[in-house]
């Protein structure tokens, strides 16, 4: 209806000035505003993802079966959470051989390195010679050596037997889970995807042309989906662009949380504070709108007068104007209105 007596009122403004109609003069209602310009902070919004800082998967560093999933997707863990368990037969076995290793490599050292201390007074007092001892004092590094490397594969074989059993590295969200139950798996494959909640960051693309005006010290603010905001003080801007957008990447992180309350792959709005400049702005019901046409109701000595303005971006019930009017200009507060009491009627 609006839309209707609006074409109405410009149809016969056209009308008038062309084919010399004329109207009295209507009465210009109590209801009216006078422009004025303010110099409230202006924002330039970006859209902006969260994801988590740390993510990644976690592969398989042995052969085996799995024979246990603790966790499935969506999942919450803790830091050090068991996940995942391989069969370890051989493992296990692999470490009892290279602590029996280790045992008698410990014998023979003691033995040899016994052997050279025995030889160390007879050498002294030239009952034996000097050979005889150096080959005593080879045999002993030489047991020193093989129990260094018997101790070394233990270390290993060890490692092998923790691989089996797979832990969280952080407190996270599982997101994906690449094997199954039973799964016989090899080195290196992939088996969970997870991520840390604990720290969040917004990350957004700014032009080139905002680049200049975002500084070291110029906090950013996030909306959420429901409304909600949140000041953030600190951020990263990358020193390369985008070399299909030529856009900058900018990341702001999140204050740490302790429950999983910002969700990766969610969609935000990220805004960045403009410099300060008088603008003059008008209640969204002053404006008539058109496809391309924008006007308000001006107050002049003969009653309403349409006239068209240039509309810049709105927030919070206004709309910002960037030409058409100047300050202390007064308009009808409510275009439609003004519509409906002339009857549809427009008056030049």
């Known amino acids: 209806m609006r839309k209707l007596l609006f074409l109405f009122s410009v149809l016969f403004a056209v009308l008038g000035s062309t084919a010399g109609i004329s109207a009295e003069a209507p009465s210009v209602s109590s209801d009216t ?6 110099t409230e902070p202006d924002w330039f919004i970006m859209d902006g993802r969260i994801e988590p800082v740390d993510q990644g998967s976690v592969a398989a560093q042995t052969s085996g079966r799995i024979s246990a999933i603790t966790v499935d997707v969506n999942d919450v863990v803790p830091m050090g959470h068991l996940l995942i368990e391989i069969t370890n037969t051989s493992q296990s076995a692999g ?8 045992k008698a490599a410990e014998a023979r050292y003691n033995d040899a390195e016994r052997q050279r201390l025995r030889l160390v007074d007879l050498v002294k ?11 005593a004092a080879t045999e002993a590094e030489a047991a ?6 018997a101790k070394a594969e233990a270390v290993q074989a060890g490692e092998n037997l923790g691989y089996t059993r797979i832990v ?10 690449h094997v199954s139950l039973g799964e016989t798996v090899n080195p290196g494959q992939l088996l969970l995807s997870g991520y840390a909640f604990e720290n969040m960051r917004i990350v957004a693309s700014l032009p080139a042309r905002y680049v ?7 906090p950013l603010k996030v909306i959420f989906p429901d409304g909600q905001t949140l000041m953030l003080p600190q951020h990263q801007l990358y020193q390369f662009a985008d070399p299909v957008s030529h856009s900058f990447t900018l990341r702001a992180n999140l204050p740490k949380q302790t429950t999983p309350v910002w969700r990766n792959g969610s969609w935000v709005k990220l805004a960045m504070p403009l410099p300060v400049s008088p603008k003059l702005h008008v209640p969204e019901n002053a404006v008539l709108r058109q496809n391309e046409l924008s006007a308000v109701y001006l107050v002049t000595e003969k009653g309403y007068v349409l006239r068209q303005v240039r509309l810049g971006r709105q927030h919070d019930g206004q709309i910002d104007i960037l030409s058409g009017l100047n300050t ?10 003004v519509i409906a009491q002339q009857g549809g009627q427009y008056a030049p």
């Open 144 to 149: 020193a050596n093989v129990l260094k490397q």
């Open 33 to 38: 505003i006078t422009v004025a310009a303010s």
């Open 212 to 218: 200049t005006q975002l500084k070291d010290d110029t």
């Open 125 to 135: 007092k030239g009952s034996i010679s000097k050979r005889e001892y150096d080959s």
């Open 168 to 177: 969280a590295p952080y407190a996270g969200v599982v997101s994906a889970r």
């Open 95 to 102: 470490l009892d051989q290279a602590k029996a290793a280790v």
């Open 328 to 337: 202390g200009d007064r308009i009808a507060a409510d275009a439609y209105a």
